[in-house]
């Protein structure tokens, strides 16, 4: 019994540092107005969105995903990207990532540099995501769905183009940690095993699916060479995917733009 007395600080300490980093995935926030133009409901948050509309009747939406973001600003440096796609056809929404802001509106949730390394990038996350762009993509009538992620962004969508294979038609990955693992155990010899990772849900993939990876030369952040191979792997698998490589450039940056131009105007384009 005494045994018992004393590991009950324990349990009320644990408990508390729970419900501070966000591990409960059932404290849901449901949206007060999802209208899917401003706000969309996912299965576990309330998350932020910003619509760019095209011309006419596009049958084709694209959805961007932002990085990590460590110095936490808002996230309206990343709009123009939802511009240019509209002005190319598509109906774009920048997805606001859990814990994040921008155009003076929050996603409910808690910021990836707010949370301890091991509950980064978890699945019940992803779910919610998921949920999320499975809504925008019936909303807008759309016919196909691009996901578009930049860094952490990339790392959410690889794992969506598996996760929601039903949903997502065609990725395109910039600067991408598509073997986490991999990743993170060559930069020091340690892991997170709770992290999802895009090589894990890859034969999950529709077999219809398009991917396309950008990746810096010079990237010491997620080093070009684990891309690669994710993208190998695809091609093995009969997806049709490319690797691009950008001479010089390290994890994003404006040496990405022409590639990334590029890119989208071949996924626009089928």
Request: hydrophobic share 45%.
């Amino acid at each position: 019994m005494k045994q018992l007395t004393k590991m009950v600080p324990a349990v009320a300490a644990l408990a508390l540092l729970t419900a501070s980093i966000g591990l409960d995935p059932a404290q849901a926030s449901e949206c007060e107005n999802p209208d899917n133009i401003t706000y969309v409901q996912g299965s576990d948050h309330c998350l932020a969105i910003q619509t760019y509309w095209a011309a006419g009747n596009p049958d084709t939406l694209a959805i961007y995903i932002h990085g990590d973001v460590p110095s936490g600003r808002p996230v309206d440096f990343v709009f123009g990207i939802g511009r240019f796609i509209a002005r190319r056809g598509a109906n774009a929404v920048i997805l606001i990532r859990p814990g994040f802001r921008g155009a003076g509106r929050s996603s409910s949730g808690m910021p990836t540099h707010s949370l301890y390394s091991f509950e980064r990038h978890r699945l019940y996350v992803m779910e919610s995501m998921g949920a999320a762009i499975a809504r925008l993509k019936a909303h807008h009538k759309a016919k196909r769905l691009i996901l578009i992620g930049t860094s952490g962004g990339a790392l959410i969508a690889g794992v969506l183009l598996g996760l929601k294979a039903d949903v997502v038609d065609a990725a395109l990955l910039i600067s991408c940690p598509c073997d986490l693992q991999s990743l993170i155990h060559e930069k020091g010899p340690w892991s997170l095993p709770q992290a999802e990772s895009p090589h894990n849900w890859l034969p999950k993939a529709s077999a219809k699916a398009r991917i396309i990876a950008i990746s810096g030369s010079a990237d010491t952040n997620t080093v070009p060479h684990f891309v690669d191979a994710y993208i190998k792997s695809a091609q093995a698998r009969g997806l049709e995917a490319e690797f691009v490589i950008v001479p010089g450039g390290g994890h994003g940056g404006q040496l990405f733009v022409p590639y990334i131009v590029t890119a989208i105007n071949k996924l626009l384009r089928r």
